[in-house]
């Protein structure tokens, strides 16, 4: 069995992340394609929203996707979620099974900063999918950014050119996200009070409603 894997923070998760993975199974011949919140993102600032939140939004987004699923492995596991140690307990799982590790190009282009990256590349092929803003890589990009093109496939296909960053700004406004992320995903961070901007009160009163940490190895 070919499975995917697409790790990141997801926070949240929204239609691109769906398209990258929906994209990568169709041009590898995937048979499944894992989602895998990171617990604690090793190379970002702290996720915004509780890891519990992450998972349970990627669950709700991927909801109608036969290929799709979501791990909480990385969630479970202490310490910093690097990729590395996501691939080797897989692998471990699923000895007779191939991995492969989807990547935006724009999170590829920097794997060598990764936490073990000759591990990585080791452990799992590259599906290698263009992302807005950045030019169709060539085998020759991959060499340069470290990646055997032997090891990788290139799928150029146009996902939608959305960002986590942008998407809780417009929930912290209010505004409605409509088109960014799945209608389930859009009511959950609603009701959960994700990414709220805390209230001012009246004078001589406290500010209420809820906070989280500061904007947050993408993968």
């Known amino acids: 069995m070919k499975i995917g894997i697409v790790g990141g923070t997801f926070d949240p998760v929204h239609v691109g992340h769906v398209a990258m993975a929906e994209a990568a199974a169709a041009c590898a011949g995937l048979d499944r394609v894992m989602l895998v919140p990171a617990g604690i993102p090793p190379h970002r600032r702290p996720a915004v929203a509780p890891a519990e939140d992450r998972l349970r939004m990627c669950e709700l987004a991927v909801a109608g996707h036969p290929r799709l699923e979501v791990s909480d492995l990385e969630v479970r596991r202490a310490g910093p979620s690097y990729t590395a140690d996501t691939l080797r307990q897989l692998a471990e799982m699923w000895p007779h099974d ?11 282009r920097e794997i060598r900063t990764w936490h073990r990256p000759d591990r990585v590349l080791a452990l799992a092929r590259l599906v290698v999918v263009t992302r807005p803003g950045y030019p169709t890589p060539t085998p020759q990009d991959l060499a340069r950014a470290g990646i055997d093109p032997e090891r990788a496939l290139l799928c150029d296909v146009r996902t939608p050119d959305v960002e986590s960053t942008d998407i809780r700004h417009l929930a912290g406004r209010g505004g409605s996200l409509a088109g960014l992320v799945h209608p389930a995903v859009e009511a959950y961070l609603r009701d959960h009070g994700l990414y709220a901007r805390p209230r001012a009160s009246g004078p001589g009163r406290s500010r209420d409603g809820k906070t989280y940490g500061q904007d947050a190895e993408g993968a």
């Open 98 to 108: 191939e991995l492969y590790l989807v990547l935006g190009w724009d999170a590829a």
